[in-house]
């Protein structure tokens, strides 16, 4: 579904990414760990196209989308949930989530938002209040929701659980793999290595910009250098 | 009512007609400020234009005859809402959006550089001496005391200047709080790069900003033109550089602040003329600037800027 073949990444002279192969099927959940300044959020919103790769080749569902512009991308059929959750916070939790949908029809819009307000009942309950009004959990609901109006068949989650209380972070999983079983394939992001690999069927470790591991989610969860270095011994 | 207050009633008409105007052009600076966070110089000269276009249209009109007066301005007000909103995204492609992502102050120097640019070529296809338009509307609405004493008088003209302001900051209101593109305008005005990874071409949203604060100032453009019945190439600059005080005044970024700012200024000017010699109006609006610059330089109803985390 996402390939990302031999990409380089840079800002300005300094090299993010060095030579990323990734890949992520249909219908799995992967995840991408690695530390602080790994180049984890880098290699996300390379796939966005923001900033561009400077070589390589990044293919959604076969088409080469590498030299798009990111609003070209971001309508191909993924979405992104990115660091810092980013809702627009002046806007209601009602416009948000209008905002996801900004190219949907309106019985596509009214479907999507129903099956939205399903996952999140907090938002139902929030729908007339501004965004930055709420707590970090709502906003975080928010911002999976507003990428889940545009009916992604890829879903892009940057460290969802950041920040986050270990009750809610425990909500924010199970929807994971709720929506997995839907249909939605998803690129996890997650310094919560833990948590992250449990779910994932598989997943990659990111070093320095480079890709050091991967392996199915399991067989990374037991890996001594794994243990080791993200998930405290 | 007595002498005095029927004097300080006056200048409060004239000083509500002066900030419509001032409005209409300040919403223009502080939707472009809103999104790119850049002050658009050249936007006093998109005013001027309008004036220019309106001024061509209405002569040529009348003198072809058999139209009807309001039939005239209304097309004239299309033309130039039209061809104003023409230079106003021309400007941005230009001008601007070569630029994005440098250093403001490059931003700043191409905008004053655009402004130069349009003011002396209007003045070289135009001429550069003052044009003047007979008064196309006279009269009074209504008219209040003796003319022993002191007569308050709102003309027509002061009236349709109201009118036209209102009708247009309501669906602009409207337009920015109701329907989807205005949406889109609010979400780039909070966050530019999380609306583009919706998927929306950014790019166009602040296309649309420009062609709708020229398209706006392109209406204050006629209206001041009737009211004055003088322009020239310059008027854009002064008119440009109140507006933008204006702005800051009620809140750079924020539409309702601009609507504020305008009426504030224009009856602190108009007041300020009025009680003292009448050069000292400019004096007290570059004065009013530079205090809310010192001491809440958010503006009236501007937010504080809140750093991103």
């Known amino acids: 579904m996402l390939e990302l073949k031999n990409v380089n990444t840079h800002y300005g002279q300094i090299q993010a990414l060095h030579d990323v192969s990734i890949k992520v099927n249909k219908g799995e959940i992967v995840t991408l760990i690695g530390a602080n300044g790994a180049g984890k959020t880098?290699?996300?919103?390379?796939?966005c196209g923001d900033p561009h790769a400077s070589s390589g080749e990044i293919l959604f569902e076969g088409e080469s989308i590498q030299r798009m512009s990111t609003s070209q991308i971001?309508?191909?059929?993924?979405?992104?949930?990115?660091?810092?959750?980013?809702?627009?916070?002046?806007?209601?939790?009602?416009?948000?989530?209008?905002?996801?949908?900004?190219?949907?029809?309106?019985?596509?819009?009214?479907?999507?938002?129903?099956?939205?307000?399903?996952?999140?009942?907090?938002?139902?309950?929030?729908?007339?209040?501004?965004?930055?009004?709420?707590?970090?959990?709502?906003?975080?609901?928010?911002?999976?929701?507003?990428?889940?109006?545009?009916?992604?068949?890829?879903?892009?989650?940057?460290?969802?659980?950041?920040?986050?209380?270990?009750?809610?972070?425990?909500?924010?999983?199970?929807?994971?793999?709720?929506?997995?079983?839907?249909?939605?394939?998803?690129?996890?992001?997650?310094?919560?290595?833990?948590?992250?690999?449990?779910?994932?069927?598989?997943?990659?470790?990111?070093?320095?910009?480079?890709?050091?591991?991967?392996?199915?989610?399991?067989?990374?969860?037991?890996?001594?250098?794994?243990?080791?270095?993200?998930?405290?011994? | 009512?007595?002498?005095?207050?029927?004097?300080?009633?006056?200048?409060?008409?004239?000083?509500?007609?002066?900030?419509?105007?001032?409005?209409?052009?300040?919403?223009?600076?502080?939707?472009?400020?809103?999104?790119?966070?850049?002050?658009?110089?050249?936007?006093?000269?998109?005013?001027?234009?309008?004036?220019?276009?309106?001024?061509?249209?209405?002569?040529?009109?009348?003198?072809?005859?058999?139209?009807?007066?309001?039939?005239?301005?209304?097309?004239?007000?299309?033309?130039?809402?039209?061809?104003?909103?023409?230079?106003?995204?021309?400007?941005?492609?230009?001008?601007?959006?070569?630029?994005?992502?440098?250093?403001?102050?490059?931003?700043?120097?191409?905008?004053?550089?655009?402004?130069?640019?349009?003011?002396?070529?209007?003045?070289?296809?135009?001429?550069?001496?003052?044009?003047?338009?007979?008064?196309?509307?006279?009269?009074?609405?209504?008219?209040?005391?003796?003319?022993?004493?002191?007569?308050?008088?709102?003309?027509?003209?002061q009236l349709l200047i109201w009118v036209v302001t209102l009708v247009t900051m309501t669906a602009l209101t409207l337009f920015i709080s109701r329907s989807r593109m205005g949406r889109a305008c609010r979400a780039c005005a909070e966050d530019l790069g999380m609306t583009n990874l919706l998927g929306i071409d950014t790019n166009r949203i602040i296309s649309l900003t420009f062609v709708i604060g020229a398209a706006l100032a392109a209406i204050a453009g006629l209206l001041l033109g009737l009211y004055y019945g003088v322009i020239n190439p310059f008027i854009g600059f002064m008119a440009g550089l109140k507006a933008f005080t204006a702005a800051v005044l009620g809140g750079i970024g924020s539409i309702p602040g601009a609507m504020l700012g305008g009426l504030i200024l224009g009856v602190t000017e108009a007041l300020t003329a009025a009680y003292f010699p009448s050069e000292y109006k400019d004096v007290v609006a570059f004065g009013l600037l530079v205090t809310i610059l010192l001491f809440r330089p958010t503006g009236i109803l501007g937010k504080p800027e809140v750093e991103k985390v």
């Open chain 1, 42 to 47: 880098t290699l996300m919103m390379t796939v």
């Open chain 2, 1 to 157: 009512m007595t002498e005095a207050s029927l004097y300080l009633l006056q200048q409060i008409i004239n000083g509500l007609t002066i900030g419509s105007t001032y409005a209409l052009i300040a919403i223009g600076y502080t939707m472009v400020y809103g999104i790119i966070g850049m002050i658009n110089f050249a936007h006093g000269e998109i005013y001027m234009i309008g004036s220019y276009v309106s001024f061509i249209v209405i002569t040529g009109l009348l003198a072809m005859g058999s139209f009807a007066l309001p039939l005239v301005l209304f097309i004239a007000l299309l033309v130039a809402m039209l061809i104003a909103s023409t230079y106003g995204w021309t400007v941005e492609r230009v001008a601007y959006r070569p630029l994005r992502g440098s250093n403001r102050l490059i931003a700043l120097i191409s905008a004053i550089g655009m402004s130069i640019f349009l003011q002396n070529y209007v003045a070289l296809s135009q001429g550069s001496r003052d044009v003047a338009l007979a008064p196309l509307i006279s009269g009074s609405v209504l008219e209040l005391g003796s003319l022993e004493t002191f007569e308050v008088t709102l003309s027509w003209m």
């Open chain 1, 74 to 233: 971001m309508r191909k059929g993924l979405a992104v949930v990115p660091e810092g959750r980013r809702i627009f916070s002046g806007l209601t939790v009602a416009e948000n989530l209008h905002m996801g949908a900004y190219f949907s029809d309106k019985a596509a819009y009214e479907a999507q938002l129903d099956h939205v307000l399903g996952l999140f009942p907090r938002l139902k309950e929030r729908y007339h209040q501004r965004g930055g009004t709420m707590s970090g959990g709502e906003q975080q609901m928010l911002s999976i929701g507003r990428a889940l109006m545009s009916h992604p068949r890829l879903l892009l989650l940057d460290e969802p659980s950041l920040g986050l209380a270990p009750i809610i972070i425990q909500q924010i999983f199970e929807i994971i793999e709720r929506l997995r079983s839907e249909g939605v394939t998803i690129f996890l992001v997650e310094q919560n290595a833990n948590q992250a690999l449990k779910i994932a069927d598989r997943g990659y470790v990111l070093e320095n910009g480079r890709v050091v591991m991967s392996d199915t989610g399991e067989a990374l969860l037991t890996h001594d250098a794994v243990r080791k270095a993200y998930l405290g011994g």
